[in-house]
């Protein structure tokens, strides 16, 4: 099983920039795919990017296309969400989540596969 840990989230100006982190650990040496989803008071969970497991990364959400970038760190077990450009429709508890599933994964698929997620972290864009 895996554990993540999120961290990076905090309060900036409109157009700013922030990179959260995901601390990721496991006790077996089995890779997974990983994810962004971000959740605004009053709505639903969204996904907002996805790497699988081949490194993969799928087109992101329309709302962060351009402004948001995902990437794995150099040794495979750190997530990151780069954020520039941000806006107040941004503000929202960010989370990490990981999968196992073997097969064509992405923030758009059904959450079911989505079965390990960290506790979040919350990015407020304000002025």
């Known amino acids: 099983q895996a554990q993540l840990v999120e961290s990076g989230g905090g309060s900036v100006l409109p157009g700013g920039s922030l990179r959260l982190s995901c601390h990721f650990s496991?006790?077996?040496?089995?890779?997974?795919?990983m994810a962004w989803f971000r959740q605004a008071p009053g709505k639903e969970r969204e996904g907002v990017a996805s790497?699988?497991?081949?490194?993969?990364?799928?087109p992101y959400a329309a709302s962060v296309k351009g402004r948001f970038t995902i990437s794995k760190g150099n040794a495979k077990n750190t997530l990151y969400l780069q954020m520039n450009n941000l806006k107040p429709a941004d503000t929202a508890m960010y989370y990490c989540?990981?999968?196992?599933?073997?097969?064509?994964?992405?923030?758009?698929?059904?959450?079911?596969?989505?079965?390990?997620w960290g506790q979040g972290t919350q990015v407020t864009v304000s002025s």
């Open positions: 989540a990981a999968s196992g599933y073997e097969g064509p994964l992405s923030h758009r698929s059904p959450r079911p596969l989505w079965p390990i």
């Open positions: 496991s006790d077996t040496d089995r890779k997974f795919n």
């Open positions: 790497i699988e497991m081949n490194d993969y990364i799928h």
